[in-house]
């Protein structure tokens, strides 16, 4: 590809230097900003192929580039839609589901601090691992 | 009109980077509703924009028949991690369709085989594709929406 650098390590002049392997393993390999409202969508992504509405605050993330292993790490976080104002009570949870990870997807739900499942307007996951 | 470069051999997620940077999202108006258990609501996939833009592009994407080998793979009882990867980056990619070609595409990537492959079958159909107009505009009693029962195939 046009504009490719190959490089096991960079080097800043006073700073030190830093394997690109920490780049590259340490960077996100999948993520979304889903609207939860209506017909639900995806706002933007990277690496995901599409998004199942499995219900009331339950999702799944099909990836394009599966993970290469099920030990991969998914980290979610959900936000209420913005009022301008910094506090509410209803904000959600969102974190991966008690299903198990597969290599091309994974399972997400959205709750109340009650622990009740809702509908997020707005969810964040965020995956890092391993590319197959 | 942006040209796709040869991207054979090159990494899928490489690909998919260099597509989010130089094409426009669209968002696609279909829907794809299935039911997976008959104790459980009815799904709803929505198709991701860059991964339709990617789609339409060509030239991005491997053909759908490698998900399904590394599906099988993953299958397997002593399954630990892929080593088939390379299938992703090394088959030929597929040439640019059109968007329903796109949800094609999806359905047999991401929704369940036993879905896809039996969804005419059966009492009602599994597996409906509906522009996103037709679906619920709240998420009002989401947890029990269905395939309707009255679902006329042949419309």
């Known amino acids: 590809m046009a504009g490719k650098i190959i490089a096991d390590q960079i080097e800043h002049s006073t700073a030190g230097s830093l394997d690109t392997s920490y780049v590259v393993n340490g960077s996100s390999k999948a993520w979304a900003n889903i609207d939860g409202t209506g017909t639900i969508a995806l706002r933007d992504s990277l690496n995901i192929s599409s998004l ?25 976080c959900a936000k209420e ?31 109340r601090y009650d622990g009740i499942d809702a509908d997020v307007d707005e969810a964040y996951p965020l995956l890092f691992g391993d590319l197959a | 009109m942006i040209n796709t470069p040869s991207f054979k051999g090159i990494h899928l997620f490489d690909r998919l980077c260099w597509a989010k940077e130089r094409l426009e999202p669209v968002q696609s108006d279909f829907r794809v509703i ?5 104790d459980e ?3 709803i996939l929505v198709p991701d924009p860059n991964f339709c833009a990617a789609y339409l592009q060509g030239g991005i994407l491997p053909p759908v028949e490698v998900y399904w080998a590394l599906a099988d793979d993953e299958a397997k009882p002593d399954f ?19 968007m329903e070609d796109c949800i094609e595409y999806l359905i047999m990537k991401d929704l369940p ?11 009602k159909p599994k597996m409906v594709i509906c522009r996103k107009e037709q679906l619920p505009q709240t998420r009002e009693w989401r947890n029990a929406w269905r395939i309707s029962d009255e679902l006329n195939l042949a419309a």
Not at chain 1, 52 to 76: E, M, P, Q, R
Not at chain 2, 113 to 123: A, E, K, L, S
């Open chain 1, 52 to 76: 199942v509405d499995d219900g009331t605050g339950a999702y799944d993330t099909h990836f394009s580039n599966s993970f290469s292993n099920i030990i991969y790490c998914a980290l979610g």
């Open chain 1, 81 to 111: 839609a913005s009022t301008g104002s910094r506090t509410s009570d209803v904000d959600r949870v969102f974190h991966p589901a008690r299903l198990p990870f597969t290599t091309s997807a994974c399972a997400w739900l959205a709750q």
């Open chain 2, 34 to 38: 299935y039911e997976d258990d008959v």
């Open chain 2, 41 to 43: 609501c009815a799904k």
């Open chain 2, 80 to 98: 630990k991690r892929h080593t088939r990867g390379y299938l992703l980056h090394e088959t030929q990619p597929i040439e640019a369709g059109t």
């Open chain 2, 113 to 123: 085989r036993h879905i896809w492959q039996t969804w005419d079958t059966g009492n």
